[in-house]
């Protein structure tokens, strides 16, 4: 299960164990059959070098929510910083909703530590979100988000520990 840490509700910050590569689990976030995997994007343009874009669509929901409207959507934003094997930044993300105005810019940072010393180890991902204006609509996306990357992340490491 997710780590989560105790955070404001103008940020979240995800943990999880995954016995695999640091490699590995951050090529799942550039592979566009992984992402549809584990994240179910339908559609992505993510390229891991500085400047390149990173931007991922879903399909919209069939529900609303009662604030942020469908979920589903986009969101885009530019990799600022691309490390192998230790992670990468977006900054200037927006997530673009089915409905309604866009939200952001925020930041997407995922880290990847390597957990032993076995190549073929375990990583210690982390993914935290950053941006906020006082609203109720980023209370309630940041809410919708962090149990959505929870999940999203337990299907990673499904996915990378078959």
């Known amino acids: ?29 550039f592979d566009p059959a992984a992402l549809g995997a584990w994240w179910q994007v339908v559609r992505s343009v993510t390229i891991p070098r500085a400047l390149g874009p990173y931007v991922v ?33 977006v900054a200037d993300g927006f997530w673009l909703p089915p409905d309604g105005d866009p939200i952001g810019p925020m930041a997407l940072e995922v880290t990847c530590t390597a957990v032993g010393q ?16 006082d609203s109720i609509r980023w209370r309630r996306y940041y809410e919708v988000v962090t149990n959505g990357w929870e999940r999203a992340l337990t299907s990673l490491k499904a996915l990378l520990e078959q």
């Open 118 to 133: 076995n190549p073929n180890g375990a990583t210690q991902l982390r993914v935290t979100q950053t941006g906020c204006d």
């Open 57 to 89: 669509e879903w399909r919209p929901t069939d529900f609303r929510d009662e604030i942020l409207g469908r979920l589903g959507g986009v969101f885009s934003g530019t990799v600022i910083q691309y490390q192998p094997h230790e992670g990468f930044f």
């Open 1 to 29: 299960m997710a780590n989560r840490q105790d955070t404001a509700a103008s940020s979240l910050d995800v943990k999880m164990l995954i016995a695999a590569p640091p490699a590995r689990v951050l090529k799942a976030f």
